[in-house]
């Protein structure tokens, strides 16, 4: 029947293959979305040339948030002063590590070197056996010395405009630190002059 109406062959092939278009475009777009992994081809470290590899890369969505990190900052321990502690006039005369360390950071501070730390300390175990409320008030000898290194007020040095204008030697018997800071003070801008014997003199030492 269909030879004898060769148009309706035409119209009905023409429908088959209408409709086929259309469920396969329907296909088509009914397809899934795109997997979030994705295979990437890198060459094998082996052989350059041959047919790459798959690694799977997977896509992560990470959100914003907040993170709390611990930190640990590790201070280092102040030098402390290892070296002789000596002892003028025997057992009972020198300062303690403890103190001698105290000294030796003001000495440090003003540029002083190991051996004149050490020459410090036996300047004041000879001048106060280390006790900072040491005061020597003979006059008689020409004395009103303060503190760890007898530092003389009938010098001057405690006068107005002086180098310790600023000091009080009264504070030296109960602040250690700051009796140490003082003869550091004085050992920076005359040397050992002060404590020179028979030949005192202030000259800026070098070390």
């Not at 295979?39 to 959100?63: K, L, M």
């Not at 040397?191 to 003199?201: L, V």
Request: aromatic share 10%.
């Amino acid at each position: 029947m269909i030879e004898n109406y060769p148009w309706l062959a035409i119209c009905l092939m023409g429908g088959i293959f209408t409709f086929g278009s259309a469920t396969l475009g329907d296909a088509r777009m009914d397809l899934p979305p795109e997997p979030l992994t994705r295979p990437v081809f890198v060459h094998t470290t082996d052989n350059p040339v041959a047919s790459p590899s798959v690694v799977e890369v997977t896509s992560t969505a990470v959100r914003s948030t907040a993170v709390q990190v611990e930190t640990t900052t590790t201070i280092p321990e102040p030098r402390r002063w290892t070296g002789p502690i000596p002892a003028h006039y025997g057992e009972g005369s020198a300062c303690t590590p403890e103190q001698a360390t105290i000294v030796a950071h003001h000495m440090w501070h003003y540029g002083a070197s190991d051996d004149t730390v050490e020459w410090m300390l036996g300047i004041i175990s000879r001048e106060s056996t280390c006790d900072p409320a040491a005061h020597n008030g003979n006059r008689r000898t020409g004395d009103d010395s303060w503190g760890l290194c007898q530092i003389n007020a009938l010098a001057g040095w405690f006068d107005a405009g002086q180098l310790f204008g600023d000091v009080d030697p009264n504070r030296f018997a109960t602040d250690f630190e700051y009796n140490a800071n003082a003869c550091a003070r004085l050992w920076s801008a005359c040397g050992r002059g002060p404590w020179n014997y028979g030949d005192y003199y202030c000259k800026e030492p070098t070390s």
